[in-house]
């Protein structure tokens, strides 16, 4: 048997809602740029899953004449150069351009018709995904109303998914006429359905209807099979169902996605949920959850899905999406925990062909299934928010599997989230050893750094620093380090001072991480105009951070240190401030901010520099919203100025950005903060209304009014010509009420 090999996937769903189109490859810029593929070369991919979609290709699906091939045309001979193949797809949880309709018969014979068309434009594609995932766009599109044509009924489910199927096969049929030896990669999503006893019926109902479209186009689909009667009593007619039997077009390899949300379990105890979990089948109602919420972890993953499906097929597989909407260190552990099941699999003697890192730049608006367009966003091997596309972490893990390598990333050693026992959030489901896992303490990563003993930890298993464990920043490290499986050390000053160099040596080489966040530093702004202020000022956040950053450098350490948009002057300005533009500081706490950046990139280039702005959290009462919030629910009065403008930064999505940044190696100076230019004053009053606090007594004022001793600008808005990579202000308010009980 071969090697296992790595596969590349472009996210390229092309859905509508109602009579609305959204398309992945708008949003992620895919289509405009020239030099993606070379970037992909880079990752060592064999295959690449490429969209060649009847949607945007073939508009009127009238000629092959009408049809605009420049995409298509470049994307294919830029592949065949690079020694990628390609596996085409033609559509991607679409219902087709807008003269089609995929609940009508003409649907499969559009698809097949295009199929042929791009079988005679490229005679040397050798593979194929006709239609991606058809038994879960027939859910999304008949059976749960998200996509066009809404329905919510078997019947509409039964007959878009029976479209679907004789459409793979009819366009199978063409594309052969041409080349003979094309081979069908079929995709589907392999969640399994688990259940309590009483919805066993329906949990094995569910869990054998995951198969229907492999088997309905591999023509296994008789009159023996397990879903015979519910077909006909859904619609579909002996006489069309006969039709795949004697027009079998099995799959050559049978393509596996699967999410950690993928497999799901039913409970016929609602009360345990909360209600949006409720619903049923018109006979029993029940809770739909996911069974990584309540179940043995042992039971989930790829392994006994591709298990399964090798049991059942024992035709070749592969997985198709390894793609995870969550931190960098989780996306990593999923991405490598596809390849070491695969793997496993292999080893037990399936033929599992390769992994396809999904997706190569990211996803958009699939925490709302792609039924709204609102910029949300999770990265994938590439993040697209900046000019230019940039590698994540996972890149690097991408070239280390094609290369059949040992994985390098530290954060390897830990257990993704579905692993661990914080993810069983309804106890009555455990098993007795998940029970008692969660009764204990939680474990905690949090230790004194003079009981670490490196050589008894487990290999590659090395921590990060977070220096500031008095302050807002550091604690929220911490606080998502906790969440995230990341093991740190919160130091306080009396356990590692940056202003005594031989400490930073000893502590930092006593504990060997592999990340130091500098979150400690003087931040009392006012105070720093006075002499003895402006000594420990420049001695704490200047003097400390460059030692600091000397000693990483000397031990190959990486490095985060925070500096402020208070390090420009706002004078004649209009529009936000980039990384690139020059300094000019007001004030002695700017300055020492100012004279930091310089002096850390002067010690360690390969520092990560971080600019921000007024902060605001949830978990720090003496942050400016929370103050401000909780003297007008007092009926106090609030001033604020409102000739200052800033860009409120959110910390929770502070923290989540720069350890994502950070374990992608991420190096050189970052703007940070929230989108949205705004005054003291609008976001006061903007959070206070949100939050249903009375903003009577909130008073607007000029900022000579407050008494600040420290000039400040009058506009220092960040901007970033590396990306926006933080929301804007207003969606983080929900959040922020959620997190403070509101």
């Not at 219902?95 to 309709?101: D, Q």
């Not at 023996?224 to 099995?250: K, M, Q, T, V």
């Not at 993928?262 to 409970?267: E, N």
């Not at 029940?286 to 499906?309: S, T």
Request: a negative charge.
């Amino acid at each position: 048997m071969n090697s296992l090999q790595l596969w590349g996937g472009v996210e390229c769903t092309h859905n509508r809602v109602g009579d609305r189109y959204f398309s992945q490859l708008e949003w992620n810029g895919h289509t405009r740029r020239t030099d993606d593929l070379e970037r992909f070369a880079t990752l060592g991919f064999s295959a690449l899953r490429t969209p060649i979609l009847w949607e945007t290709h073939g508009p009127n699906g009238e000629n092959e004449a009408e049809i605009d091939w420049k995409f298509a045309d470049r994307t294919l001979e830029t592949l065949n150069s690079l020694g990628i193949a390609p596996i085409v797809g033609l559509v991607h949880h679409g219902s087709g351009p807008r003269h089609a309709s995929i609940e009508t018969p003409d649907f499969a014979s559009g698809v097949a018709q295009f199929a042929g068309q791009v079988a005679r434009r490229f005679p040397h594609v050798a593979a194929y995904t006709p239609i991606n995932e058809p038994l879960t766009t027939a859910r999304f599109c008949g059976l749960y109303g998200h996509w066009f044509p809404h329905g919510n009924s078997d019947a509409v489910f039964v007959r878009v998914l029976l479209n679907e199927c004789r459409a793979i096969v009819l366009a199978m049929r063409e594309i052969r006429r041409v080349n003979s030896a094309a081979q069908l990669i079929q995709t589907e999503d392999l969640g399994r359905i688990f259940s309590t006893p009483a919805l066993c019926e329906q949990a094995q109902f569910e869990s054998e209807r995951r198969w229907l479209a492999f088997d309905l186009v591999s023509g296994r689909v008789g009159r023996e099979h397990a879903l015979w009667s519910y077909l006909l009593w859904a619609g579909a007619s002996e006489r069309e169902l006969d039709w795949f039997g004697e027009n079998p077009c099995p799959p050559n390899i049978i393509g596996a996605n699967y999410y950690p949300t993928s497999d799901r379990f039913l409970d016929d105890d609602l009360s345990h949920y909360p209600a949006h979990w409720h619903g049923g089948n018109g006979r029993q109602r029940y809770a739909d959850i996911e069974a990584v919420r309540v179940l043995d972890a042992g039971e989930l993953g790829f392994a006994p899905r591709l298990r399964e499906a090798w049991a059942r097929f024992q035709t070749p597989l592969a997985v198709t999406e390894a793609h995870l909407g969550c931190s960098r260190e989780e996306q990593l552990r999923w991405l490598h925990g596809a390849w070491n099941d695969a793997k496993q699999l292999r080893d037990e003697g399936a033929d599992v062909r390769a992994v396809t890192a999904w997706s190569l730049l990211g996803s958009f608006n699939w925490n709302s299934l792609v039924t709204r367009d609102e910029n949300s966003y999770e990265s994938g091997i590439f993040d697209v928010r900046g000019p230019q596309i940039r590698p994540t972490a996972l890149a690097k893990l991408c070239r280390e599997l094609a290369q059949n390598g040992a994985p390098s990333h530290p954060v390897l050693a830990q257990s993704g989230w579905w692993n661990r026992p914080h993810r069983l959030i309804y106890p009555f489901c455990f098993s007795s050893d998940e029970r008692r896992q969660r009764s204990e303490k939680s474990h905690s990563w949090r230790q004194n750094w003079s009981d670490w003993e490196p050589k008894n930890a487990p290999r590659g298993e090395k921590p990060i620093v977070i220096l500031g464990a008095s302050g807002t920043l550091g604690n929220a490290f911490a606080r998502a380090c906790e969440a995230r499986g990341l093991p740190y050390f919160l130091l306080a000053r009396h356990e590692l001072d940056v202003r005594n160099a031989a400490q930073i040596a000893e502590v930092l080489g006593e504990i060997q991480p592999f990340l130091v966040v500098n979150a400690t530093g003087f931040v009392r702004v006012d105070e720093a105009e006075s002499e003895a202020g402006r000594a420990l000022c420049f001695e704490v956040n200047t003097a400390g951070a460059i030692a600091l950053a000397r000693v990483c450098a000397a031990q190959k350490i990486g490095l985060i240190c925070f500096s402020s948009d208070l390090v420009f002057d706002g004078k004649n300005r209009e529009k936000p401030y980039l990384e690139s533009d020059e300094t000019a500081p007001l004030n002695a706490y700017g300055a020492s901010k100012a004279a930091m950046e310089q002096g850390v990139f002067g010690e360690f280039p390969g520092a990560l520099i971080v600019r921000t702005s007024a902060f605001w959290s949830p978990h720090d009462e003496w942050n400016f919203v929370t103050q401000s919030l909780d003297a007008l629910a007092r009926g106090e009065t609030v001033c604020c100025a409102d000739d200052v403008h800033i860009t409120p930064t959110y910390v929770p999505e502070l923290t989540k950005n720069c350890l994502d940044l950070a374990l992608d190696g991420e190096s050189g100076m970052w703007h940070l903060a929230c989108r949205g230019a705004v005054s003291w004053h609008e976001f006061a009053r903007e959070s206070a209304q949100f939050l249903g606090v009375s903003t009577e007594r909130l008073n607007a004022v000029s900022h000579r009014e407050l008494g600040w001793l420290a000039p400040r600008p009058i506009f220092c808005a960040l901007g970033s010509e590396q990306g926006m990579l933080l929301p804007h202000w207003h969606d983080c308010l929900e959040d922020y009420r959620s997190k403070i009980g509101g």
